[in-house]
C-alpha cells in the first residue's frame, strides 16, 4: 500500500487511494510482492521485459561491467560496452544504417531522431522543419514526443507549447486515405514523417497492413522526406520479427529502438542513422556537430547489459519463443466470447471489452484493472481496451490464468 509514501507515481491517480503494490523481485514472467504474492506479468512491465525478468545472463553482465567502469563522460570518450554494442547492433540491424547514437528512453531516442532531421535539413543548407505523423501515434512524454504524438487528455494540458505537425489519418482498409494524404503534405516538402510500423501502440495496439507502411516509405522516398521508424515498443520481436519494419520489406532512414534493447532490464536507447544522415553533420566545423546529450549517454552498465541482450539474441531459441508465444495467444484469442475487435500480430493481442467506444478514461478502465489485480495478474487495459503482452518465457499455464480473466471480464463487463 502507499500509505504515506512521498512517492509520486506516473500516470496515477493518487486520488484514487488504488493500492499500489511493493515488488521485491522477479523471475521470468512473474513478480513477487513483500505481501507474498506471485504476479504474472502479461504486459511485460509496460512492454520491455522480452526474455523475462531477472534472465541470467544480463544480471551477470550487468554484474561484471559494475566491477570495471560505472559511468564515463561520453563527448570525447568511449568504453568497450558502447563500442562493441554498437557493432553488434549494426550487424544484426539492416544495411544501410551504420551509425548508433545513444540515449536513456524512448522518449529521449524520439527527441534525437526529430533533431538529427532537422539537422540533416539544414546542414544541407535546405532548411526544413515540418514533420508528419500518423493519428493516433505515441512517441513518448517529452515535448518533442508529445508534439508528434496523438493531442488528448494525456498532454491538453501542455498543448499550448507543442508543435504544429502534420497529420495523416490512421489507414482505413488498404490505406488509400493515408498514402493520399501522404502525397499531399509532401509537396510541402517537410523534414521527415515519423511512423510506429505496424502497431499502434499507446493508441490503443491499433493495426495497419504492412502494404501500407511499405507505400509510405515509397512515397518518402520519391519525394526526398525522411522516414523515421520509431520501433521502441515493436523492436525486439514484439510483432514476430526483429523489427517491424522486416514484414513490410522497409529500412527507415533513422530507426528508434529501447524499450527490449537491454532485455527491459535498465534504461538505455539508441537512435540508428544512415551515413548520408550522419555525414551531413560530419565536418570540420563545430557549428554542424549533433548537439544532443544526456549525462548518462552510454552508460556502461545499461550497454553491458544491451550486449548481453544480444547474445542472447545470438545464443538462445529466441524467434522460436516468440513464434510459439504468437501461436498460443492466436488460439487463445480466438477462443474467447464477448469481445470485440479481437486482434493479434506477433507476441502481442488485444480486443475491447464493454461500451463500444475506446476511451482511455472510460469509466471500466479502473473496474478492469481490479479485475486483473485481485487475480494476480499484471493487465493493465487501456480504457476499455485489454491487451496481452507477455514475456516471450511465459508458459501455458501462467497465459492461460491471463486468458481466463479476459474471459470472465468480457462476461462481467460485456
Ligand atoms: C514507450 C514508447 C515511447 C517512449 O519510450 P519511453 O522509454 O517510455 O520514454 C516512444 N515510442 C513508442 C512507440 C513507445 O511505445
New binding site residues.
Given amino acids: 500500500m502507499s500509505g504515506a509514501s512521498p512517492v509520486w507515481h506516473p500516470f496515477t491517480q493518487h486520488g484514487l487511494n488504488e493500492p499500489i503494490p511493493l515488488v521485491t523481485h522477479g523471475e521470468g514472467a512473474a513478480l513477487y510482492t513483500r505481501d507474498g504474492r506471485r504476479i504474472v506479468d502479461a504486459i511485460s512491465s509496460w ?1 520491455v521485459t522480452t526474455h523475462g525478468h531477472c534472465h541470467p545472463a544480463i544480471m551477470a553482465a550487468i554484474r561484471a561491467q559494475a566491477e570495471k567502469l560505472d559511468q564515463i563522460i561520453f563527448a570525447g570518450w568511449t568504453h568497450e560496452p558502447a563500442e562493441e554494442l554498437a557493432r553488434g547492433l549494426i550487424a544484426m540491424m539492416p544495411a544501410p544504417l551504420a551509425h548508433v547514437f545513444y540515449s536513456d ?4 531516442a ?1 527527441e534525437v531522431a526529430l533533431k538529427m532531421a532537422l539537422g540533416f535539413w539544414l546542414n544541407r543548407g535546405e532548411p526544413r522543419h515540418r514533420i508528419l505523423t500518423l493519428d493516433h501515434g ?4 517529452t515535448i518533442g ?1 508529445m508534439s508528434v504524438g496523438a493531442r488528448g487528455v494525456y498532454n491538453q494540458a501542455y498543448a499550448p507549447l507543442l508543435f504544429d505537425v502534420g497529420t495523416l489519418p490512421f489507414p482505413v482498409g488498404d490505406g488509400q486515405n493515408t498514402l493520399d494524404a501522404l502525397e499531399a503534405e509532401c509537396r510541402a516538402a517537410p523534414a521527415a514523417l515519423i511512423v ?1 510500423p505496424l502497431v499502434l ?2 493508441g490503443g495496439m491499433l493495426l495497419y497492413d504492412a502494404a501500407v507502411l511499405a507505400e509510405m516509405r515509397a512515397i518518402c522516398a520519391a519525394h526526398g522526406v525522411l522516414f523515421i521508424a ?1 520501433e ?2 515493436t523492436g525486439w520481436g514484439r510483432t514476430g520479427t526483429l523489427l517491424a519494419c522486416e514484414q513490410a520489406g522497409v529500412v527507415p532512414d533513422i530507426l ?1 529502438l ?2 527490449g534493447l537491454t532485455g527491459g532490464s535498465v534504461p538505455l ?1 539508441v537512435t540508428l542513422a544512415t551515413p548520408e544522415i550522419f555525414e551531413a553533420h560530419r565536418s570540420t566545423d563545430k557549428a554542424r556537430m549533433f548537439f544532443h546529450s544526456s549525462s548518462y549517454t552510454a552508460n556502461p552498465l545499461a550497454c553491458a547489459a544491451a550486449a548481453a541482450n544480444l547474445a542472447v539474441w545470438r545464443d538462445e531459441p529466441v524467434r522460436e519463443r516468440i513464434a510459439t508465444l504468437a501461436a498460443r495467444q492466436a488460439t487463445r484469442l480466438a477462443a474467447l466470447t464477448g469481445v470485440r475487435n479481437a486482434r493479434r500480430l506477433g507476441t502481442i493481442a488485444a480486443c475491447e471489452i464493454g461500451s463500444s467506444e475506446s476511451d482511455y478514461l472510460a469509466t471500466i478502465g479502473p473496474a478492469l484493472a481490479a479485475h486483473f489485480r485481485d487475480r494476480d495478474l499484471l493487465v493493465r487495459p487501456m480504457g476499455n481496451t485489454v491487451y496481452v503482452m507477455p514475456p516471450y518465457c511465459i508458459d501455458e499455464a501462467d497465459l492461460d490464468a491471463v486468458y481466463a480473466a479476459i474471459q470472465d471480464a468480457a462476461e462481467r463487463f460485456g
Fill in positions: 512492454w528512453s524512448g522518449s529521449t524520439v505515441y512517441h513518448g512524454d514526443g510506429e501502440g499507446a520509431d521502441v515498443m528508434c529501447s524499450k536507447a
